[in-house]
């Protein structure tokens, strides 16, 4: 039997529709395909490539691959290359390992990546798959390992605890009124009844931030919310002069979210302002209607004239118990992010030298609502 091809399979008709084919399997794959030289130069870069680091067509062409990399891995690949032309051993090259890549606008995000020599071409070729999602979900699991073990913890403890404490300020309450009149006896029992009722507050912020969040959905002007969020402080607020302005604008503030939730979350953006602020501040609530993923969406911005926050303030403050206060659980924020999240929305805060911007951003029509 003859195996020999058919000449016709080496006709540059046949020729043309092959590398067609291939490019067209370059163009349609969802993972990124980078080839580089031993250099480290950049060779060619598919249209999954092109769009996951936000380059245009052609762009990446004779850069270094470092430029998709931030440090110190930018610095350390070269080096990696050079081990394996002369070495031959593989650090990083034909295996899978999970990095972290940079796209041409300095956002870093994690990737899976794959490098394979081509020996006789003398360059290498990358496989790039985007894994934010995948990372997402991970961390939503643990986070959801970790609630539930710290919810079995603590729910008998802060269940007697707050009974504990409400006996405390009962019978607290009730010595002051029946003692003598002597002002500073009167005081160090005023000072055990906030102390308790600061107890009874930290004790709280830990049973709402461990406890499983199921929200329930009523269509709500979120300018009512608000109102009753400051309403809640309003003694607080009072006492420091602190004015609370919100936006008179056009925007359309009727959101179907969990009431309970979403008022909590804007009480405690609004005691973390209080918290900022010197006597006599300002706390402005404005809304702006946004595109999130070509959906509609709603954010309401948070904006105080305290004290500011810092860079590294801004990346920690939704990190549950991190806290720049000398009291409190650290929990606040992280309890507004878990809300909100729960609704299918963001929060975000921008780092400034002189007040600070919080930024909610909810979807109009939840689509996984129950």
Known sequence: MNNQPHPEEYSPTAFKISQEKLHAILNSVVDGIITIDCDGVIESANPAADQMFGFDPGELFGQNVSVLMPSPYAKEHNGYLSNYLATGEAKIIGSVRELTAKRKDGSVFPIELTVTPVDHLSIFTGIVRDITERK?????????????????????????????????????????????????????????????????????????????????????????LINEAWGQLMVEAQHHNVELIVSSGNENTYVEVDQFLVTNSFRNIFQNALDAMNDNGTVRVTFQETQVSEAPHLSIIF?????????????????????????????????????????????????????????LTLPLSPSDKE
Do not use: C, W
């Open 303 to 359: 904006e105080d004239n305290g004290r500011g926050i810092s860079e590294e303030e801004a990346i920690h403050a939704f990190e549950a118990f991190y806290s720049t206060k000398t009291r409190g659980t650290g929990l606040g924020l992280a309890i507004v992010k878990r809300y909100i999240e729960a609704h299918g929305g963001t929060v975000m805060i921008n780092p400034t030298q002189r007040g600070s911007r919080a930024i």
């Open 136 to 224: 997402k979900q991970q961390e939503k699991l643990l986070e959801s390992e970790r609630l539930a073990g710290l919810g079995q913890a603590t729910a008998g403890l802060v269940h007697e605890s707050r009974n504990s404490l409400a006996r405390i300020q009962a019978n607290l309450r009730m010595m002051k009124r029946r003692i003598p009149k002597e002002a500073h006896v009167l005081q160090l029992m005023q000072n055990a009844i906030e102390a308790s009722e600061q107890l009874a507050r930290e004790f709280e912020e830990v049973r709402e931030y461990s406890a499983s969040l199921k929200p329930k959905y009523a269509l709500t002007d979120l300018r009512n």
